[in-house]
């Protein structure tokens, strides 16, 4: 646990810290590579030449709205000099592609949302994915009042980088719908209602194949080495009504302060309607009830019907819940085919590290380390919800296939019910045990199977629903039966098995009576 308080120290001491200055300690990547920006790049321009004050009061917009449009015309780099103070935005500026926005020799000077303006910075794209390459490195970005505005604003874009930025008090610190490629490394998010949120339901405004649309998708999102903490959502991916493509969720932090819950706060992250995410190597802590850490499913966080999510691999991510009761690790509410592996999920008793929800996904968990806090081995029923549908691989666990086991593409045991008629076919490739309801007294026949394969075996599981005497069964030519086979009676079943020797099938047992 020592380090595990260590952790939580740096994290407490950095929330402390962004209210005043900026986050320092959570995110080590914020202070990688603080070589690349010790000078000045060629095709710079300083925003403080362009008028920028920076002293806490006066409006600087006009300033970076400026030093922007001359760096986009050589592709070039604004510059921000670190303050004592702050730059105050009193109004939104448009960011120019291919342009960059860093402060100056590797600092982080503190860039303030004023006035009634609703984002600090955004783009809105004329075409579909249209080429931006921006990027924000090396920022302190706050609003003027908890709670508002947003920090990031994109569209119909392709290509925003954010590098070391720490994102405050907003009411949604970045959000992209529309695009193609958020990629965030060494980023804080701390005391925004919403940290990173991509696609969302809303009016017309998206384009593509150049119309307009009001079905916002946004693709390829990377967020690396990032912090989140004390948001009321970390991660919300709104979705659309098409499935998206592409989330990696990698080597974050993300916590909520035990002594300071944060009011509304249930989720941290929150994926929907979304092809292929990939969530590893992070790690998840908090401490109040009522609480999940990872959900995959097909609503957005206001409560609108997305698509469900397609594929999904989240491993060797470290989770720690101590809230006592209605905590979830990973929620699996709608996902076709996720897989749950190798992470260590340290719960208090009672709650659910893993939730299987969703009744037709079939996911896969297994080989995970569930720890019953405070670090006692083993932790009884750590996978809750309806598994029956989905795949549990574990060896302390009860193993759970689904409903049929296949081996190399043909179902080794499985249950399937053949209709009834005058001809019976059976598909010896689809299970291998095969009821029959007789449901009129004629007499029938069951055709050799197709699909066959050497040492197979099948089951018929014969039942009489006919309301009296069932009609004579005349056996394919295929089946070699040691003798006459008794038909049940009225309300009875029986059964008899065969198995395949390549070239017939050859009775090995059957009930002696009628069950």
């Not at 510059?79 to 935005?89: D, E, F, M, N, Q």
């Amino acid at each position: 646990m020592s380090s595990l308080l260590t952790r939580r120290s740096l994290i407490e001491s950095s929330v402390a810290a962004s209210v005043g200055t900026f986050w320092t300690h959570l995110a080590p990547g914020c202070r990688a590579n603080k070589t690349d920006f010790d000078q000045a790049p060629a095709g710079s321009f300083n925003v403080k030449e362009f008028g920028a004050k920076g002293d806490g009061s006066t409006d600087d917009a006009r300033s970076f709205r400026a030093a922007i449009a001359a760096a986009s015309r050589v592709n070039g780099v604004v510059t921000v000099p670190a303050s004592a103070t702050k730059y105050i935005l009193g109004s939104s500026i448009a960011l120019a592609p291919n342009t960059t926005i860093q402060g100056a020799g590797g600092q982080n000077p503190t860039l303030r949302l004023g006035g009634a303006a609703e984002a600090m910075f955004s783009f809105v794209g004329t075409n579909e994915a249209e080429g931006t390459n921006v990027t924000l490195a090396h920022l302190a970005l706050e609003s003027g009042s908890r709670g508002n505005g947003v920090a990031v604003r994109v569209r119909n874009f392709s290509g925003l980088f954010l590098r070391h930025v720490n994102i405050n008090h907003f009411n949604v610190a970045l959000w992209a719908d529309w695009g193609i490629g958020v990629h965030l490394y060494g980023c804080s998010f701390v005391l925004n209602k919403r940290g990173l949120q991509v696609g969302g339901a809303g009016g017309l405004g998206g384009i593509r194949r150049g119309r307009w649309h009001a079905d916002p998708f946004m693709d390829t999102v990377l967020v690396d080495d990032c912090a989140f903490a004390q948001n009321e959502l970390d991660i919300n991916d709104m979705g659309s009504t098409r499935a998206l493509g592409g989330m990696v969720i990698r080597g974050c932090s993300f916590y909520e302060d035990y002594t300071n819950p944060v009011s509304g706060k249930s989720l941290y992250v929150r994926l929907a309607n979304r092809k292929g995410v990939t969530v590893y190597g992070n790690w998840f802590e908090g401490g109040q009830p009522s609480r999940t850490f990872v959900y995959l499913g097909d609503h957005d966080d206001d409560g609108n019907t997305t698509g469900m999510c397609y594929g999904a691999a989240i491993f060797g991510n470290d989770f720690l819940q101590t809230g006592l009761t209605g905590t979830v690790g990973i929620d699996i509410v709608r996902c076709e085919s996720a897989t749950v592996f190798a992470n260590c999920l340290e719960f208090a008793p009672g709650n659910s590290p893993v939730r299987l929800a969703d009744t037709v996904g079939r996911s896969t968990v297994g080989q995970n380390s569930y720890v019953t806090y405070p670090d006692r081995a083993e932790y009884t029923n750590p996978i809750g919800g309806t598994p029956g549908k989905h795949q549990i691989l574990d060896p302390r666990l009860q193993a759970r296939l689904g409903n049929e086991l296949q081996v190399g593409g043909r179902v080794a045991s499985g249950v399937a019910t053949l209709p009834y008629g005058v001809r019976i076919s059976t598909d010896a490739a689809a299970a291998n045990y095969f009821t029959i309801a007789v449901t009129d007294q004629k007499p029938f026949t069951i055709q050799d199977p197709s699909k066959p394969a050497p040492g197979q075996q099948i089951i018929y599981d014969i039942r009489n629903n006919s309301g009296g005497a069932m009609g004579d069964i005349t056996w394919g030519p295929a089946f070699q039966l040691a003798g006459r086979f008794n038909t049940p009676a009225s309300q009875k079943r029986r059964t008899i098995s065969f198995y395949y020797d390549g070239a017939a099938w050859i009775e090995i047992a059957r009930a002696t009576s009628d069950i």
